[in-house]
T-cell receptor, first 111, second 110 residues
Framework: NAGVTQTPKFRVLKTGQSMTLLCAQDMNHEYMYWYRQDPGMGLRLIHYSVGEGTTAKGEVPDGYNVSRLKKQNFLLGLESAAPSQTSVYFC??????????FGSGTRLTVV | RKEVEQDPGPFNVPEGATVAFNCTYSNSASQSFFWYRQDCRKEPKLLMSVYSSGNEDGRFTAQLNRASQYISLLIRDSKLSDSATYLCVAFNQAGTALIFGKGTTLSVSS
């Protein structure tokens, strides 16, 4: 039972490069979320989805785009990476809207 | 004002101590609150929900005071394994996603 899987686990990008973070869940959850966590800032909501084909902005959406074309996958895109996007990114899913299952995180460094 | 604010910590306590964390929230319409636990460099995990009547799970007790928009977590008889960061959580204004506090770090020593 994999739960929530994030790929990649680590990545180093150069400023201006683009990349996509993949979140996959095998629990048939409706809700999926992307958070970033920085030292001293806690977890901040980037974007979320309440069902296949839907997305919504969270607290810090600028510089990111998302897509939920399939229920089990939630993609987070960085079109032009900036050093300020260096962070640990967590994906989560839920069937109830509050009991989140988190992935193990993606550690992204932008140089 | 941030939607969820917590004691900054860190809390350093000996084994067996009782420790309490506090949290305030700004969304008066939020119906549900939670405490999550996060170990160093790991993902957060749900510790317990917080109900208006308060709830207890073993050594852990959570309380909610709606009038003061205040949540607390009490840990009795602290164990070394309780060392972690505790995140206070409430719903966002739209009621569609969880908003996490910055967390309070607990270190239990022998």
């Amino acid at each position: 039972n994999a739960g929530v899987t994030q790929t990649p686990k680590f990545r180093v990008l150069k400023t201006g490069q683009s990349m996509t973070l993949l979140c996959a869940q095998d629990m048939n959850h409706e809700y999926m979320y992307w958070y970033r966590q920085d030292p001293g800032m806690g977890l901040r909501l980037i974007h979320y989805s309440v069902g296949e084909g839907t997305t919504a902005k969270g607290e810090v959406p600028d510089g990111y785009n998302v897509s939920r074309l399939k229920k089990q996958n939630f993609l987070l895109g960085l079109e032009s990476a900036a050093p300020s996007q260096t962070s640990v990114y967590f994906c989560a899913s839920s069937d109830t809207g509050y009991g989140y299952t988190f992935g193990s995180g993606t550690r992204l460094t932008v140089v | 004002r941030k939607e969820v604010e917590q004691d900054p910590g860190p809390f350093n306590v000996p084994e067996g101590a009782t420790v309490a964390f506090n949290c305030t929230y700004s969304n008066s319409a939020s119906q549900s609150f939670f405490w999550y636990r996060q170990d160093c460099r790991k993902e957060p995990k749900l510790l317990m929900s917080v109900y208006s009547s308060g709830n207890e799970d073993g050594r852990f007790t959570a309380q909610l005071n709606r009038a003061s928009q205040y949540i607390s977590l009490l840990i009795r008889d602290s164990k070394l394994s309780d060392s972690a960061t505790y995140l206070c959580v409430a719903f966002n204004q739209a009621g569609t996603a969880l908003i996490f506090g910055k967390g309070t770090t607990l270190s239990v020593s022998s």
